[in-house]
């Protein structure tokens, strides 16, 4: 999956495979696959301000996930 590299203190990248609602963010300790992720949860994180706030109050613990790296 492609990821794209943000302005963030811990998050490194993030990517998205929409066909598997699937979100691969890089953090600086590894990467993480969040499953079932809607679209607009993805692009709600790409806009906001702090992506390390966003996944912390929105996805970390609404979404299963599993580290890959």
Known sequence: M????VDS???VSVGYDENASTLEVEFNSGIYNYYDVPMYIYEELMASGS???YLHQNIKNNFSCEKIV
């Open 2 to 5: 492609e990821r794209i590299l």
């Open 9 to 11: 203190s811990n998050v």
């Open 51 to 53: 992506k390390g706030s």
